[in-house]
């Protein structure tokens, strides 16, 4: 699947925004980039998932560990459209929304069969249960941790994978 057939996917408005070599829509209360990639291109075997929701961006702490562990990937990032960073805690549909967007990025990332998914999330801990509870069956991510107990400067020890959401995690135990 193409770049610009997962946005039709989406069913979005195609706005062409290529800003910073990242082309970007709006839709369902989130903004999706997508990096290192252009319209007409496919899916790498990996793709990176960065849920972007705080003020600070996690994008170059991603990219830098993508690079430390040679994964190349291309590499989406949903974020919120309020330029703060921060849902509006006092706002409901703007969290229903954010996770509608999310929930259908991941769902159509599944489609175009990517090997590896893996999600970088950054984001309040109700946005990351509501996503965990929408998406537990779209594309069995590999889940990522920002690691701030390190104690090196090395681009490779700035996230530890600490799960995958598969199957596996639902099974009953003893």
Same mark, same amino acid.
């Given at each position: 699947?193409?770049?610009?057939?997962?946005?039709?996917?989406?069913?979005?408005?195609?706005?062409?925004?290529?800003? %910073?070599? !990242?082309?970007?829509?709006?839709? !369902?209360?989130?903004?999706? !980039?997508?990096?290192? %990639?252009?319209? $007409?291109?496919?899916?790498?075997?990996?793709?990176?998932?960065?849920? $972007?929701?705080?003020? @600070? #961006?996690?994008?170059? $702490?991603?990219?830098?560990?993508?690079?430390?562990k040679r994964i190349d990937a291309t590499i989406?990032?949903?974020e919120n459209p309020d330029d703060s960073g921060?849902? $509006?805690? /006092?706002?409901?549909? #703007?969290?229903?929304?954010?996770? =509608?967007?999310?929930? %259908?990025?991941?769902?159509?990332?599944?489609?175009? @069969?990517?090997?590896?998914?893996?999600?970088?999330? @950054?984001?309040?801990?109700?946005?990351?249960?509501?996503?965990?509870?929408? %998406?537990?069956?779209?594309? /069995?991510?590999?889940?990522?941790?920002? /690691?701030? =107990? =390190?104690?090196?400067?090395?681009? @490779?020890?700035?996230? #530890?994978?600490?799960?995958?959401?598969?199957? #596996?995690?639902?099974?009953? /135990?003893?």
């Amino acid at each position: 699947m193409t770049i610009l057939a997962f946005l039709a996917e989406l069913d979005t408005v195609w706005k062409g925004l290529a800003v %910073a070599g !990242k082309l970007a829509v709006t839709f !369902k209360g989130v903004i999706l !980039k997508i990096v290192n %990639a252009n319209k $007409d291109e496919k899916f790498k075997d990996d793709v990176a998932v960065i849920i $972007d929701f705080l003020p @600070s #961006s996690a994008e170059g $702490d991603v990219r830098r560990y993508l690079e430390a562990k040679r994964i190349d990937a291309t590499i989406c990032i949903c974020e919120n459209p309020d330029d703060s960073g921060f849902l $509006d805690i /006092n706002d409901k549909d #703007s969290w229903e929304n954010a996770t =509608r967007g999310i929930y %259908a990025t991941l769902t159509t990332i599944a489609k175009a @069969s990517p090997k590896r998914v893996h999600i970088f999330l @950054s984001c309040p801990a109700a946005l990351a249960f509501a996503i965990g509870n929408v %998406a537990r069956q779209t594309c /069995n991510p590999y889940v990522y941790q920002h /690691n701030t =107990r =390190r104690s090196d400067d090395a681009a @490779s020890s700035i996230y #530890s994978m600490v799960l995958r959401a598969n199957d #596996s995690l639902r099974e009953k /135990n003893g």
